[in-house]
């Protein structure tokens, strides 16, 4: 079996943690994605980067590592902020060019790529993994984990899958949004990237719901907590913790 995925024990502790979190006063209805780093390597024994690597969890012994995402059902993951070399040059061609046009998507493609090669290069990893919490409506929260690439097969992406254009310049009362660059999966005919490459780079990946299991022995369901602790019972239980020490 491969080391990116956990076994049911620690699906459950890793669910378990979580539902203490949202448990508390002060959690909301999202999870943030810095604290499910820390409870993966917690559960995982792994440990968090805190850098700005592809990877945000990685076992030193195992030689894995895990990029996670903890977002809304609703919101589209932001891959990363693409910075594509001369892009100001290559957004120009672009748009007069078919070939200049699939040439820029072809540049997205490869940074998201080599991205992932130089945290197996830096860390020594064998494998990368996904682990990715989503906040569905009504309460209900899945977990799931997936192999995104080895050391023998690195590529996540392949070019050959994408057609690019850019998208229709929209007007809203205040000004006119900025159009951006969409990444057309042509297996599929959808829309699974936008590139911002004419305001902050941001790349957001919406094709990663293509990823979301109906059923996996890798992914572990469970709804937020029916009754938060009061601020007078976790006050309580910080002085029982406190006592404790």
């Not at 609703?74 to 120009?92: D, F, G």
Request: with cysteine; glycine share 4%; proline share 4%.
């Amino acid at each position: 079996m491969s080391n990116v995925f956990s076994n049911q024990d620690q699906l459950k502790r890793i669910s378990s943690i979580l539902t203490g979190y949202l448990k508390l006063p002060f959690s909301g209805d999202i999870i943030p994605g810095a604290l499910v780093e820390s409870v993966i390597a917690s559960v995982r024994n792994g440990e968090v980067l805190n850098t700005y690597d592809f990877v945000d969890v990685i076992d030193r012994n195992l030689k894995v590592g895990w990029q996670v995402k903890s977002t809304q059902a609703s919101t589209p993951v932001t891959w990363k902020r693409a910075k594509i070399p001369n892009s100001m040059q290559l957004i120009e061609e672009s748009r007069i060019n078919e070939s200049a046009l699939q040439a820029l998507g072809d540049e997205i493609i490869k940074f998201c790529n080599d991205h992932a090669a130089e945290s197996f290069a830096r860390y020594d990893l064998d494998e990368i993994g996904f682990s990715r919490l989503i906040v569905h409506k009504k309460g209900r929260i899945s977990y799931f984990e997936k192999i995104l690439c080895t050391r023998d097969s690195p590529k996540i992406f392949d070019e050959k899958d994408f057609a690019w254009k850019w998208s229709t310049p929209k007007k809203t009362t205040k000004k006119e949004q900025l159009q951006a660059l969409h990444g057309i999966h042509k297996p599929s005919n959808s829309k699974w990237f936008a590139w911002h490459g004419l305001g902050e780079n941001q790349l957001h990946f919406s094709g990663e719901k293509n990823w979301w299991p109906s059923d996996s022995e890798r992914k572990i369901d469970f709804s937020f907590p029916e009754q938060r602790l009061s601020q007078v019972e976790f006050m309580k239980l910080l002085d029982q913790i406190s006592l404790a020490l």
